[in-house]
């Protein structure tokens, strides 16, 4: 029997309340806190998501040096505090491979187990960071680590073709909290100044480079020429969102379009709108689509990002190559589809995280097993 709680250290956290901090973060809240302790690492010094929320259910935070500007101090403050901690496992979330120093340092301290966790499956934009990635993953496969992954596509893109799926994690979500609510739904539109008779299509998340945001506004003129009762909402900053919001008043759509900035929590926005978009020219299994299809919305992906993601079945996979004509394409199947009725969806109990969780503490327990550091006669 397991005589203490196992320690684990999740790696991969930044300031931005995205999906991979969402989805630890939820796993925090619903582990068995008897049995598992979680610890998270600021890599940046600029604090992480949902610090205060983590810090109330008994999660420690530490920093150490920015690892961009003082590589060297990091890698030692790294190597202190897990002398210092003694962790069973360190945990890392990893959109590429091109930074290996928090698989590589705890590799080498050759005392924790080692979780390399896949949340892309794009090479990221940069020559740089794309030589580097190239190099990195072809060491980091040949490293002695539990390879896990979001979903198929990412577990392939980057442990290759003979990636186990045992070893997909799902990105699970408190599905209870987006089901549909008329009541919420009437709230937030009210708030952003909806009218009833308005359709709205929504977008949740960063806006970086590899989310195309600027296709939505193509696809918001092409609906407006069809009907001029449409309106864009979106909930995120960083990355481009000023450059998205300078392009939104250029094209005179401020009138158009609703932003409702950085949430940390998502659920309510959701109840909004009537279709949910999301055009990445990657992803490897994107939270955001498992939320928009537990609120009921009907979701239009981009067809760069695996049908994995089509949990209810009644999603569509549309083109983004040829901006000007495929918005035409997207604007067509929206304004054919949309609709504020029958929004109760039934997502498959994987994805929600009263099930997922029992997953990962299995999954946990197993790699200690393994290695032969735990005994577990019952989980």
């Known amino acids: 029997m397991i005589e203490k709680k196992i320690k684990i250290l999740q790696i991969g956290f930044s300031s931005n309340p995205g999906g991979v901090e969402n989805l630890v973060y939820s796993y925090f809240k619903h582990i068995d806190k008897n049995k598992f302790e979680f610890d998270f690492l600021d890599m940046y010094g600029d604090g992480i998501a949902y610090a205060n929320e983590i810090e109330k259910l008994g999660g420690r935070i530490f920093s150490i040096e920015n690892y961009k500007r003082h590589p060297l101090k990091a890698c030692i403050k790294l190597k202190d505090l897990l002398n210092k901690e003694r962790y069973d496992i360190v945990h890392v979330h990893m959109q590429s491979a091109a930074n290996l120093m928090p698989i590589i340092i705890p590799y080498l301290h050759?005392?924790?187990?080692?979780?390399?966790?896949?949340?892309?499956?794009?090479?990221?934009?940069?020559?740089?960071?794309?030589?580097?990635?190239?190099?990195?993953?072809?060491?980091?496969?040949?490293?002695?680590?539990?390879?896990?992954?979001?979903?198929?596509?990412?577990?392939?893109?980057?442990?290759?073709?003979?990636?186990?799926?045992?070893?997909?994690?799902?990105?699970?979500?408190?599905?209870?909290?987006?089901?549909?609510?008329?009541?919420?739904?009437?709230?937030?539109?009210?708030?952003?100044?909806?009218?009833?008779?308005?359709?709205?299509?929504?977008?949740?998340?960063?806006?970086?480079?590899?989310?195309?945001?600027?296709?939505?506004?193509?696809?918001?003129?092409?609906?407006l020429r069809k009907q001029d009762n449409y309106k864009l909402l979106t909930v995120g900053g960083n990355g481009l969102y000023d450059e998205f919001v300078k392009k939104i008043k250029q094209e005179h759509l401020e009138d158009k379009?609703?932003?409702a900035g950085i949430q940390l929590s998502t659920k309510e926005w959701y109840q909004a709108m009537d279709a949910f978009l999301l055009p990445s020219f990657f992803e490897g299994f994107p939270v955001v689509g498992v939320e928009a299809q537990a609120a009921g919305l009907k979701c239009f992906f981009s067809n760069n990002i695996s049908k994995e993601i089509d949990i209810s079945g009644t999603n569509y996979f549309l083109p983004i190559e040829k901006a000007s004509i495929d918005a035409q394409i997207w604007a067509e199947e929206i304004n054919n589809i949309i609709?504020?009725?029958?929004?109760?969806?039934?997502?498959?109990?994987?994805?929600?995280?009263?099930?997922?969780?029992?997953?990962?503490?299995?999954?946990?327990y197993h790699i200690l097993e393994n290695r032969g550091l735990y005994h577990v006669e019952k989980h």
């Not at 050759?110 to 979780?115: D, T």
Request: with cysteine; aromatic share 10%.
């Open 110 to 223: 050759r005392e924790e187990v080692v979780i390399a966790h896949s949340h892309s499956s794009s090479t990221p934009k940069g020559m740089l960071r794309k030589l580097l990635n190239s190099l990195n993953v072809k060491l980091l496969r040949k490293l002695k680590v539990e390879k896990w992954a979001c979903g198929a596509t990412a577990g392939i893109w980057m442990w290759g073709d003979k990636f186990d799926k045992e070893n997909i994690i799902p990105n699970a979500i408190e599905a209870g909290l987006f089901e549909y609510d008329e009541k919420v739904r009437n709230k937030i539109r009210k708030q952003c100044g909806i009218l009833p008779n308005e359709r709205v299509i929504g977008f949740v998340g960063r806006f970086g480079d590899e989310k195309n945001t600027f296709f939505l506004i193509d696809v918001l003129k092409e609906l």
């Open 257 to 259: 379009y609703y932003s």
């Open 339 to 364: 609709s504020s009725e029958n929004r109760k969806i039934l997502l498959n109990q994987k994805y929600d995280i009263k099930y997922a969780i029992n997953i990962l503490q299995k999954k946990y």
